[in-house]
């Protein structure tokens, strides 16, 4: 192994350990103090200088990771059957479609590990040789970027979430060989390039005066539904989240409920600020014409949003470097699950803004209403309320019509 290389999976290894103390946050505006609740870590070091991004994904820590499960005894966390019957979704949809997932870095485990998964659920299996699954790297090819464990754990959680929701879908997995956004935005075009009409990008840093060059460069792909994680530091902007050409995702804490859905959700975010669904008015991007909210003159994040609270988390099987059986949460969560669930909508007309379609039925969304992310003036861009606000945008799925063109 070349000097080089070993300098950066030490460095790789060090800046997740203070990332996981400090919980730090990736928008320039976002609160910083330590949050109540269970005890949680980032997969990812944050983004040391502008441009580089880091993945949304947090596991909890207080839960015992399980490598192997008895008999009888099932992963910590929502499994499929909970997610679907919380957002009112089929058990076996997604047939001919793809859903793409943009990572950074490689996980060597990820087909070991998502067999698993999709085999302790009873999903169908989805493999390479299959032609359910393929992996690429950013150009296309199979010339993999090194492994990194946060990222791995990340690309795990990806892909269990997109199985969890689109059982039947196949499955697209493009590796940027690096965190720069330069990377990650050559491996989203390359995956629209090979035919994903969903696309999930679980990362984000700090919005920039340049992102707008990046929305044309990158992002826009009309008749493309592109998800994006709107952060995990509670009241606060980060990119791509913030551009108008990607669905914003927001995030909820997500309980058993006695009311007729089964289920309740709340805004995700703590007492204390610092944890929580990222939301707020971007510091550069225009309004799309399809928000109307009064109280931000640009861009509001978020769209829609889904669970993403660690303390009510999902299973996730990840074995690179990691004990397998965990609980993630983050809007890292959200993002995969609202791309799949355009899937199991279908495919977006040629020349749509796929983003726009909740807002043509908000009807057909849960409003939540309840939660805070945060401190804000005015209060809707941290404060879940009844119809639009920042954290959960216009609410959680309620079946797939809000999803629709």
Known sequence: MSASRSTRRLCHAAAAVVSALALTATGPTAAQAR??????????????????????????????????????????GFGPADLRAAYGLPADGGAGQTVAIVDAYDDPDAEKDL????????????????????????????????????????IS????????????????????????????????????????????????????????AADAKYFRHPGVAITAASGDSGYGTQYPAASPDVV????????RGPDTRGWTETAWGGTKAGQGAGAGCSAYEPKPS????????????????????????????????????NVYGGTSVSAPLIAAVYALAGPPSANSSPASFPYAHASA??????????TCTPAYLCTAGPGYDGPTGLGTPNGTTAFTG
Request: hydrophobic share 35%.
């Open 35 to 76: 949050p109540s609740g269970p005890v949680a870590k980032r997969l990812c070091s944050q983004g040391g200088r502008p441009g580089v991004m880091a993945c949304t994904a947090l596991a909890r820590t207080d839960v015992t990771v399980k490598a192997m499960l008895g008999p009888g005894v099932s992963p910590g």
């Open 115 to 154: 067999t698993a998964y999709r085999k302790q659920f009873g999903l169908p299996e989805c493999t390479t040789a299959s032609g359910c699954l393929r992996k690429t790297d950013q150009t296309g090819g199979t010339t993999y970027p090194e492994g990194n464990s946060g990222w791995a754990g990340e």
């Open 157 to 212: 959680l990806d892909l269990d979430m997109v199985s969890a929701v689109a059982p039947s879908a196949h499955i697209l997995l493009v590796e940027a060989k690096s965190a720069d956004l330069d990377d990650l935005g050559a491996a989203e075009n390359e995956a629209v390039a090979l035919g994903a009409k969903y696309v999930s990008n679980s990362y984000g840093g700090g919005e920039t005066s340049s992102e707008t």
């Open 248 to 255: 914003a995702v927001g995030g909820t804490s997500l309980k």
């Open 290 to 325: 399809w928000q109307h909210d009064s109280g931000c003159a640009r861009r509001t994040i978020a769209d829609v949003s889904a669970v993403a609270d660690p303390a009510t988390g999902v299973a996730v099987y990840d074995t690179y470097q990691a004990g397998g059986w």
């Open 365 to 374: 969304l849960n409003d939540i209403t309840t939660g805070s992310d945060g």
